[in-house]
């Protein structure tokens, strides 16, 4: 279940509806699905996709998706340290970032622009589906004890390549 915080207004939402209807507002994805019960810590990654696939496909060809790979990331992952401050910097992508969320969680943080500038974070833990619009900026916290393992749709994988914004301000909220 997620948990969706704006700490500058020292806020928390954890009701379902609510995370939705803030989210919606911002033009932010979320839904909540069910994972698939005996799946293996150690499954394969098609293993994964394959016991998905009934909702998946249907989601991946309404909103033009083409491609889904799984990502996993553990205390274990080669590089790790180097992946996380990769993920921890604020960025864009020039297409959606979809996660489902298989295992474990990690901490989307938003930064909004408009009338006022917003930043807010969402924990998202299995069974969590969340999609970051192109061009949000965003950045991801894998935790100082990495546990994820999460679908990523894609239009193009090229897409997902971030694009930094150099601002800083994920420096405020570390």
């Known amino acids: 279940m997620a948990r969706l915080r704006v700490p500058d207004r020292n806020s ?10 803030f989210l919606d507002e911002r033009g932010i994805y979320y839904e909540q699905w069910s994972t698939e019960q005996g799946l293996t810590d150690d499954a394969a990654d098609a293993a994964v996709l394959d016991a998905h696939g009934h909702w998946l496909k249907p989601f991946m060809a309404k909103h033009g ?17 180097a992946i996380r401050e990769k993920f921890l910097r604020e960025h864009t992508h020039s297409e959606d ?16 622009d408009g009338r006022t500038e917003e930043v807010f974070s969402v924990l998202c833990e299995k069974g969590d589906l969340l999609s970051v619009p192109a061009n949000t900026k965003h950045w991801f916290d894998l935790g100082p004890h990495p546990n994820v393992k999460a679908i990523r749709v894609f239009t193009d994988q090229a897409g997902w390549v971030p694009n930094y914004t150099n601002s800083g301000i994920e420096e405020r909220y570390r």
């Open 65 to 81: 998706y083409h491609t889904a790979d799984v990502i996993t990331v553990t205390p274990q992952t080669p590089n790790l340290q």
């Open 97 to 112: 970032e979809v996660r489902f969320f298989v295992e474990g969680q990690g901490l989307f943080w938003f930064h909004k």
């Open 12 to 21: 928390e939402l954890t009701d379902k509806s609510e995370i939705q209807r």
